[in-house]
């Protein structure tokens, strides 16, 4: 019989229900006026992270130390990986409306991350 574990259990309904609100402000951005475009962007960065968050804590409670680094990598690099190259970019572009793509900018200046 399976041990229930209620970290395990809250984290994954506060990850549906972040991830329905990520969909919302999808389908708000794309709906969205150019003034109300800039706003949407930011909180659907802001939502991103915090799921992303809450997806590798659930591994680092699940298998530790270990799992929360190799979750953190899968979460943030290949997820970043497989957005670009779905949107017809280099593998390695970064984007430069999220607090995280722009700080990957300035601390790499020298990497031209368009090409």
Not at 56 to 84: D, E, K, P, R, S
Request: charged residues 15%; hydrophobic residues 55%; proline residues 1%.
């Amino acid at each position: 019989m399976l041990e229930l574990n209620t970290n395990m259990i809250v984290i994954a309904i506060v990850i549906s229900l972040l991830f329905t609100l990520f969909n919302v402000l999808i389908i708000k951005w794309k709906n969205a006026t150019p003034d109300e475009s800039g706003k949407i962007s930011k909180l659907w960065h802001k939502v991103g992270f915090i799921i992303h968050f809450f997806i590798v804590l659930q591994l680092f409670l699940a298998g530790g130390w270990l799992w929360g680094i190799i979750g953190f990598f899968t979460v943030w690099f290949i997820h970043n990986i497989i957005i670009a190259v779905g949107l017809g970019k280099k593998w390695y572009y970064v984007g430069t409306t999220s607090w995280f793509d722009i700080q990957i900018r300035k601390i790499f200046k020298n990497i031209n991350f368009d090409k």
